[in-house]
């Protein structure tokens, strides 16, 4: 898909763009001598040049090719969780069950 940045007063296109991918493609569409195109000749043509070379593009459009959605994302990991109350409640239970095996009475009388 082109756009026409310049047509000349008979209305044929001058100069039309094209975008790739972050840049756009300028092509002239007549030939550049005075003979076939007389805006060359003219002394405001430079300031003409710059004024379509610098225009702002239209935000309206855009190749819809630009803008489809990627895919292939990485999972996004989850925020990690403070492992201390965890390990409070291991602890406890730790030395729960060791005192509750330091303090029950021997099966055995020792030998």
């Known amino acids: 898909m082109s756009d026409v940045l ?4 008979d209305g044929s296109i001058l100069l039309e763009q094209q975008a790739l991918g972050e840049g756009r493609i300028l092509q002239w ?20 040049l710059q004024a379509v070379l610098t225009a702002m593009p239209q935000p309206d459009t855009a190749s819809a090719l630009n803008q489809r959605p990627r895919t292939g994302a990485a999972r996004t990991i989850p ?9 409070m409640m291991a602890i406890a239970l730790l030395f729960l069950a060791e005192r509750v095996l330091a303090t029950r009475p021997a099966r055995s009388p020792p030998a």
Request: proline fraction near 18%.
């Open 79 to 87: 925020d990690p969780q403070p492992l201390q109350p965890w390990l």
């Open 6 to 9: 310049w047509r000349t007063e």
């Open 29 to 48: 569409r007549q030939p550049l001598n005075g003979s076939q195109t007389p805006q060359l000749l003219d002394a405001a043509f430079p300031d003409q």
